[in-house]
């Protein structure tokens, strides 16, 4: 809805990245990009209220959204009107400088300005000016300064503060938040400035929940001034390639930690045997620390932990015996590890487990069939595995199977049939050169894919006949050099897409677009390497959606580009052409 | 023939009288709360609110969408006019009828 609701503030802060992002499958190609913010908000508009009507209130808001002008003062309207003007001026990206002006002592709660265009100073006083009424307030990605958080001083009842990558606010903006006892939320990521002497201050917030200071470089010795702050629940040193094992010592006393983020730091063994006090952590994320097996002690006696991250971690088999009794772990990433078949036993008694990542390990056939038992699995990565096609055997009793990834791995169109009865799932991705269309025709069953990774499998016309049967589609590639025009007919059909990669197809003509035009939701389409011309592109004029276009190598101009866009595809902003 | 019953008479701050459908007024959660609870509000009973703080164009601008809104739930989705110059009188009353 356009006025959102100004109490979800706790929807704000950044979910802690539980090493599946949820994009990754999209990592490959090049871009996958929404329409404008504006577009999103009327798809869900839609979706949430078919055939309700837009309310009076909200009709009214966007009216008054967009006839601003000389309006001086919303002082006099009810400050959760005030509220839902400035969430959906926001939105909407009308907001601006000398308008922003007129929300001066309006007693709103919720300043949601992150990454808006040309927040600075001067907008920060407008937010200081609601004094003891703000609650929440974030300005990430702007120009402010020091002393525009100066500003914040007075506002002595703020809940949430967030300002991510600010790269003027130093040390002494810390200092201004002395006394703010109603602080429970503070991020400033990727800030290059602040230093332990800042950090300081944060040992008079003692009611902090969540601190959030990824990517910060100069932070190291400053953590002894949160070990005090034993409310503590979620606290992220992600990416801080500053903090050492010696840091984590301050944090041996935050017995309510819930979540802690230490990815790529410097933490080795001897630093996490300081978390062996931290008993209701649930969320653990070590990705590519410098840890040994010799940590896996201290992890092993951390029971609530459902979520583990050791991602490119040294673990080795040995390492895993540690895991097995972890039997509240639903997340695991072992991906890029040196654990093999003889690890997997340990993980077989993991009955909670839904993720599991083993992306390039070295697990064989044999280390699968200790997962046939994990029911509740909804997620398996095993790409870049050494399995085959006895390994499918095992994962047939898989019934919550959502998604599998056994990319460039051994498994072969004969083993495929092994997979259609995991009718669940939603995501496959089998991009091997060794897979054709036998392979791809048996799996017709599985109606309830809406992502299918084909990259570099051999399909050819004859076998993309078969993706008829995937009437839910929304993602697909098939860059294997096969399709020709006559095939990507049989795609008419899947007009859920989205998101189509068919580029290295090299026979590809304007006739391949033509068979395209039907699929209006398409946002993302590649053609790359194809023979595709200026002249095919007048088909493309349907794809109102379309936000990026890929045609490398292709016969086809700017120029024809910028006049596709101003003529009737506005929201296309990513091109490429070479 | 319109039974009494069936329809609902609202006041604005001028005294100005709007008689409209009862399952019209329902579209505004206030007003169904007044007009549908056990007898407590004198509304109820007489089938007629007053507004002594909307006016009469605002509040014939608030029946309309009444009707507008029934409309777009049948399924005939059109777009509902609001004059410029009274956006912010629509936002108070919008808010105090929770519609």
């Not at chain 1, 004029?541 to 120029?559: I, Y």
Request: hydrophobic fraction near 40%.
């Amino acid at each position: 809805m356009g006025g959102a609701c100004s109490r979800k503030r706790d929807q704000r802060e950044g979910d802690l990245d539980d090493g599946y992002g949820g994009s990754a499958r999209f990592s490959r190609s090049f871009y996958f990009r929404w329409p404008s913010r504006n577009f999103e908000r009327d798809i869900s508009d839609e979706q949430d209220n078919a055939n309700k009507a837009p309310s009076l209130l909200e009709l009214a808001v966007r009216e008054t959204c967009k006839n601003t002008q000389g309006i001086k003062s919303f002082e006099k309207l009810p400050r959760d009107l005030t509220q839902k003007i400035l969430n959906e001026l926001v939105q909407t990206q009308a907001l601006s400088r000398e308008l922003f002006q007129a929300f001066e002592d309006c007693a709103i709660q919720d300043i949601y300005l992150g990454y808006y265009p040309g927040v600075d100073d001067s907008w920060m006083e407008v937010i200081g000016s609601q004094k003891f009424c703000l609650l929440a307030v974030d300005f990430s990605g702007s120009m402010v300064t020091d002393e525009g958080v100066q500003c914040l001083q007075i506002c002595e009842n703020v809940e949430i503060i967030c300002m991510n990558e600010c790269k003027y606010i130093s040390d002494i903006s810390l200092s201004y938040f002395t006394g703010f006892t109603n602080l429970t939320s503070l991020s400033f990521q990727k800030n290059k400035l602040i230093t332990p002497a800042g950090m300081r201050h944060l040992a008079g917030l003692p009611n902090l929940k969540h601190l959030d200071l990824e990517r910060c470089p100069k932070i190291h010795d400053g953590l002894v001034y949160i070990k005090g702050l034993t409310k503590l629940e979620k606290l992220n040193l992600g990416w801080c390639n500053c903090i050492r094992s010696s840091d984590m010592k301050q944090l041996s006393g935050l017995t309510n930690l819930l979540e802690l983020q230490i990815s790529r730091s410097k933490v080795k063994d001897f630093g996490i045997t300081f978390l062996k006090d931290l008993k209701k952590l649930e969320v653990l994320n070590m990705e590519g620390c410098p840890v040994t097996f010799a940590c896996m002690d201290t992890i092993a006696g951390l029971t609530s932990l459902t979520t583990l991250n050791l991602k490119s971690c040294y673990i080795s088999d040995f390492g895993c015996r540690k895991l097995e009794g972890l039997g509240n772990l639903k997340n695991l990433n072992l991906s890029y590890t040196n654990v093999s078949d003889a690890g997997m036993v340990y993980l077989k008694n993991l009955k909670s487990l839904q993720f599991l990542n083993l992306d390039s390990c070295k697990i064989g056939d044999q280390g699968v069939q200790n997962f046939k038992n994990l029911v509740n699995l909804k997620s398996l990565d095993l790409s870049d595995s050494l399995i085959g096609n006895h390994a499918l055997n095992f994962l047939t009793g898989l019934s919550k199977l959502e998604s599998l990834n056994i990319s460039s791995t051994m498994v072969t169109d004969m083993g495929l049939h092994k997979i259609s009865g995991l009718t669940s799932l939603k995501s496959l991705n089998i991009d091997s050169r060794q897979i054709t269309d036998t392979g791809l025709m048996a799996l017709t069953s599985l109606t309830n894919l809406t992502h299918l990774d084909l990259f570099s499998a051999r399909i050819t016309d004859y076998g993309i006949g078969s993706l008829r049967h995937f009437k839910k589609l929304q993602s697909l590639e098939v860059c294997g050099g096969g399709i020709t025009d006559v095939g990507v007919k049989s795609l008419k059909d899947l007009t859920d897409l989205t998101y189509l990669n068919l580029s290295q197809n090299g026979q590809l003509t304007d006739q391949a677009l033509e068979a395209l035009s039907g699929l209006t939701k398409l946002v993302s389409l590649n053609v790359g390497n194809s023979s595709v011309t200026n002249a095919g592109l007048q088909h493309l004029l349907p794809l109102k959606n379309l936000t990026s276009l890929a045609l490398q190598s292709c016969k086809v101009t700017l120029w024809a580009i910028q006049k596709l866009q101003a003529s009737s595809l506005p929201n296309l902003v990513i091109v490429r052409l070479r | 023939m319109v039974r009494k019953e069936d329809t609902v008479t609202l006041i604005s701050a001028e005294g100005f009288e709007f008689i409209i459908d009862r399952k019209a007024a329902l579209v505004s959660n206030t007003l169904k709360n007044m007009l549908t609870s056990a007898g407590s509000f004198t509304e109820t009973e007489l089938g007629e609110v007053r507004f002594p703080e909307i006016s009469t164009p605002i509040l014939e601008k608030v029946c309309q969408y009444f009707y507008w809104s029934l409309q777009f739930a049948s399924g005939k989705e059109t777009e509902f006019h609001i004059e410029p110059e009274m956006t912010l009188e629509l936002l108070m009353a919008a808010n105090y009828l929770h519609t």
